[in-house]
């Protein structure tokens, strides 16, 4: 990999160093947490509940966080993520409509539903975009809010038509507390995205450069959109139908890695992952502290922790400009 | 069409869509209840009608941009948080005694200084691109919501039903007390606005101008955000947040009326938002029988227009 | 008269403007001259009110903080830049909003002549029914110019009033400012960056450089290559024609 400065590659790979220590540290503080205490648990807690609940904390985790940093390249913009991009709401209307249609649907046709509302729905989304000729960057995400608004109020009256609204409560407000052994399994299916992704990323870089950009370097412009949108929908379904709604890791951890690290993605996507891993795993082992021994939904810390970031960083990046 | 025409217009519009909402399908029996009830709900349209409207034109005049509005600053989710917090800190016992006047006065306090925050964002010594301060405000509203999520949690399961019938008020079960006190005051600051509707004009112009033409920017535009921020209360109250109607209500206003007088655009926002959501609950009441809280048709039908209008016009 | 006193505006550890003293009399035409990030839109606007910062301004001996809003927009007026303004106006609005500080929105017979006179000033008469949007960036600025000309006040300070214009209305604002220091005795402050402008028009020159006064005298003391090489750092020939002073400072 040709890094043209050899002391920012020595800098990135000590991030990354820390960082994974960081991540064992957590997982394994993450596996020790629980309602019954450390000396009691069994190997078959253990396996049955604490190790796939810590798994699947840090997938989605590094592949929330990844999707978020592709999907700002692919629309080159700093805000827009699978949340704030209407792909959530779209692959929520995708799970709602399977479970109208049939309530006893397993979970890969779950995920196979809302992949395909969440793909579709990212497509028009992008193609939306590239129709407005957006006098103002803000207006971009903004148009991903209203858009999602639409499909919400959609989904939301069809919840209320075949009472499903406690559901798509559920769906929005992610936890990881109902995670067992074989009911999480489909969210491994985000590692092959991830490592397509790290093939990609030097792809996507050149694709938020532009459509013209992109192709006098050789880049296949529209299939790499496209597999950049495959790879944003699978990880926003799969996690939906797991967990349910995570926000702002989308938004916050490349952001966090961007401001300090510029937006080359091939230098980062290790580091963002990794950050996205360790940022969860921290929101849930506060989660289940704070109240111990109850539990609260992993989306409001995840939310609060979020938000606090978001703001830090806001600030942050105005002393480092000025 | 010259403005005064369509806002004739606009008023025969409302007039007879308030009259159908009050007479269309009347039960055979008790017509003086029923009459009495329904009189109350459209009070209740109309006063949230005007309330939002209002707020949400003055709010972007004031920021000099078509895209902000109160909620989206997350104004609303912040009502929401303070009611959450008083149940969570009182008890319901206790806020019961307190009245909901003095909540909702507590509440609206609190909104005012969150909105001069964010406002010296804008215009006070370390300015923020828009940008920023657009998402600033949008992410508040994400915490807030959260922050309120996580003290629902805490609360006594039985308290909580009482916040909720607080927290998602609608038109069905309106609370009499404070819908007089909040008629009161819309009227009165809708009559104090007649006669600043000239500064507003003014402030329209832009921070410079205004300032070289005498008018006090800084205290002029603190003094037009307190009255947004009570107004955006008010209506969080009686309906909870509806994110887009005044965004809707307001474009759309612009749009049939486009000049910079705001003696015309406040009225006729005002009746279009009174149009809308007296239609719409009329629609839904009694065309279609269902009990789809009309938030979410506002949302829909705000959503549509307002992503066809960024679609064919390239802004707001 | 206007008095500036020990003026400085900083921007973090930044001056900007650095401890600039100065008075400028009734009854003239004064420009700012300097080179870019000198300090002269800056210094204009802590005069104007529209920045903030240390220092005393004086505006006929009293202090210009003073002043309630309204007084101070009968005798001081100041336009920067023009574009801002997204608002659905015709010309002939904008500049009616001259009168604000006279007569809020109800103009007066007399007031909606001195919008006229203003208008057909900035030879805006066939344009005064058009909307804002729908004019080039050059009458636009002719527009925002004509509205601070109704505004009639005593002091008129302007910054970079000739962006946007063409030659010909360039020179036609040149000598109507100058008609209106002349004529009606009013006291004109400009921040030009084209010298030639500043050395035909002006009374006094006013030099920044880097934040500090360099120069504040009669424009011939200060048109001379001397003076220049200090204030920009370039050598500048100065020759004569028809009486002025010009800078062929191109080569």
């Known amino acids: ?322 | 069409m010259q403005p005064r025409h369509t806002l004739t217009i606009l008023v025969i519009l409302v007039a007879l869509s308030a009259a159908l909402f009050l007479f269309y399908q009347l039960p055979g029996g008790a017509v003086a209840y029923i009459l009495e009830r329904r009189a109350i709900k459209l009070a209740a349209l109309i006063v949230t009608a005007v309330a939002i409207a209002i707020s949400t034109s003055i709010f972007q005049t004031v920021s000099g941009n078509r895209i902000l509005t109160p909620s989206i600053l997350g104004l609303d989710t912040l009502y929401l948080l303070v009611q959450t917090l008083l149940m969570f800190l009182l008890g319901a016992k206790s806020l019961a005694m307190m009245g909901r006047i003095s909540d909702f006065l507590l509440s609206v306090a609190v909104m005012i200084v969150f909105s001069l925050a964010l406002f010296s964002l804008l215009f006070g010594k370390h300015t923020m691109p828009l940008t920023m301060v657009l998402f600033l405000g949008m992410v508040f509203g994400q915490l807030f919501g959260a922050l309120a999520s996580f003290f629902q949690l805490l609360i006594d399961p039985n308290e909580f039903l009482t916040v909720q019938a607080r927290m998602f008020a609608s038109f069905n079960s309106v609370n009499t007390a404070l819908l007089f006190s909040s008629s009161v005051i819309v009227a009165a600051i809708a009559c104090a606005l007649v006669f600043f509707l000239d500064i507003l004009d003014v402030l329209s112009l832009g921070r410079e101008s205004a300032i070289t033409l005498g008018v006090d920017h800084r205290r002029a535009s603190r003094l037009f955000l307190i009255i947004v921020a009570i107004l955006t209360a008010i209506a969080t109250a009686l309906v909870g947040p509806v994110t887009f109607l005044g965004l809707l209500v307001v474009s759309l206003a612009r749009q049939i009326a486009p000049t910079y007088r705001h003696s015309i655009i406040l009225p006729t926002s005002c009746l279009l938002s009174m149009l809308f959501l007296i239609v719409g609950q009329l629609l839904f009441e009694r065309i279609f029988h269902f009990n789809t809280p009309i938030s979410i048709i506002i949302n829909f039908a705000g959503g549509i227009y307002l992503l066809s209008h960024l679609i064919l016009r390239g802004t707001v | 008269m206007i008095t500036i006193n020990h003026a400085t505006k900083r921007y973090g550890s930044r001056s900007v403007v650095n401890d600039v003293s100065l008075s400028i009399g009734e009854g003239t035409l004064t420009t700012l001259i300097g080179a870019n990030g000198a300090g002269k839109s800056t210094l204009l606007s802590l005069v104007g009110r529209l920045l903030e910062g240390e220092g005393e301004f004086l505006l006929e001996g009293k202090r210009i903080d003073r002043y309630p809003s309204t007084e101070l927009a009968k005798r001081l007026s100041m336009l920067r830049q023009s574009n801002h303004i997204t608002v659905r106006l015709t010309v002939a609005e904008l500049v009616g909003f001259g009168r604000f500080p006279y007569s809020r929105s109800r103009l007066t017979a007399a007031d909606r002549r001195i919008v006229s006179e203003a208008i057909e000033a900035m030879d805006l008469t066939n344009l005064s029914g058009k909307y804002l949007d729908q004019l080039s960036g050059g009458e636009r600025q002719r527009a925002s110019i004509a509205m601070i000309i109704a505004q009639d006040t005593k002091y008129i300070l302007l910054d970079e009033p000739l962006n946007n214009l063409d030659m010909a209305h360039s020179v036609h604002i040149m000598k109507l400012l100058r008609t209106l220091v002349d004529e009606r005795g009013k006291t004109v402050i400009l921040v030009l960056h084209d010298i030639n402008f500043a050395s035909c028009y002006s009374d006094a020159i006013i030099a920044m450089k880097d934040g500090t006064l360099v120069y504040h005298a009669p424009t011939d003391d200060v048109i001379t290559p001397d003076a220049l090489q200090q204030i920009y750092g370039m050598e500048i020939p100065v020759c004569e024609h028809r009486g002025r002073r010009f800078c062929l400072y191109h080569l």
């Open chain 1, 1 to 322: 990999m040709p890094f043209v400065n050899d002391q920012r590659y020595r800098e990135d790979f000590m991030h990354r160093y820390i960082l994974l220590t960081l991540v064992v540290i957590f997982s394994l503080a993450s596996l020790s947490l629980g309602v019954i205490s450390f000396e009691e648990t069994t190997m078959h807690i253990l396996v049955q509940s604490r190790l796939p609940r810590t798994i699947s904390i840090l997938i989605s985790g590094m592949s929330l966080a990844t999707a978020g940093a592709i999907m700002q390249l692919l629309t080159s913009n700093r805000f827009v993520t699978p949340t704030t991009g209407s792909t959530t709401e779209w692959a929520k209307l995708g799970l709602l409509i399977i479970l109208i249609w049939t309530p006893q649907a397993s979970v890969v046709t779950k995920t196979l539903f809302s992949f395909a509302f969440g793909f579709a729905g990212t497509i028009s989304f992008l193609f939306i975009i590239k129709r407005i000729k957006l006098k103002e960057a803000t207006l971009v995400p903004l148009v991903g809010i209203i858009y999602g608004n639409i499909i919400a109020s959609i989904a939301t009256y069809l919840g209320y038509q075949h009472d499903l609204i406690q559901s798509i409560q559920s769906w929005t407000q992610g936890t990881f507390a109902l995670i067992l052994k074989g009911r999480y399994e489909v969210l491994y299916l985000s590692i092959p995205c991830l490592i397509v992704a790290m093939l990609y990323a030097n792809r996507f870089t050149l694709i938020s450069m532009g459509r013209e950009i992109s192709i006098s370097l050789g880049v296949r412009y529209q299939a790499t959109l496209y597999v950049g949108l495959l790879i944003v929908s699978t990880i926003s379904a799969l996690v939906l139908v797991t967990v349910g709604v995570i926000p702002f890791i989308g938004l916050v951890v490349p952001n966090m890695v961007t401001l300090y690290r510029g937006e080359n993605l091939e230098q980062n996507i290790t580091t963002i992952a990794l950050l996205g891993g360790l940022f969860l795993l921290a929101c849930d082992i506060i989660s289940r502290l704070v109240l111990h021994p109850f539990e609260i939904p992993i989306s409001v810390t995840a939310s609060i922790i979020g938000c606090l970031l978001f703001i830090l960083l806001i600030v942050g990046r105005r002393r480092h400009a000025a």
